[in-house]
């Protein structure tokens, strides 16, 4: 199984822009599909973006779809999430997850691999 370490978060007004990235390590990350989930207080996990094997191909959550854009650096086993004209909405805790999928999958399930979250606050 890959682990994963998230960072960047952060405390950002409305409007403003945010870059949150994982590092993956402890197996062949080529193999995995990347992915960003997000839990706001009080509600569920949610699928925000996803990113192919290859980095080629994307998907994104409808209420991201704009303004978010994920990428991989296969020679960094980095994944990023670029977050662009933030809302209040936008606050909860950003985790990055791995499955091992040819595919983009957005379902939980998955994903076998989860990092710890990172926070991300927006200010009105």
């Known amino acids: 199984q890959v682990q994963l370490v998230e960072s960047g978060g952060g405390l950002v007004q409305a409007g403003g822009s945010l870059r949150v990235s994982c590092v993956a390590s402890?197996?062949?990350?080529?193999?995995?599909?990347l992915g960003w989930f997000r839990q706001a207080p009080g509600k569920e996990r949610e699928f925000v973006a996803v990113?192919?094997?290859?980095?080629?191909?994307?998907n994104y959550a409808d209420s991201v779809k704009g303004r978010f854009t994920i990428s991989r650096d296969s020679a960094k086993n980095t994944v990023y999430l670029q977050m662009n004209s933030l809302k209040p909405e936008d606050t909860a805790v950003y985790y990055c997850?791995?499955?091992?999928?040819?595919?983009?999958?957005?379902?939980?399930?998955?994903?076998?691999?989860w990092g710890q979250g990172t926070q991300v606050t927006v200010s009105s």
């Open positions: 997850a791995a499955a091992r999928s040819m595919l983009l999958p957005r379902r939980m399930a998955d994903f076998a691999s």
């Open positions: 402890g197996g062949p990350v080529s193999i995995y599909a």
């Open positions: 990113v192919s094997r290859d980095g080629i191909r994307t």
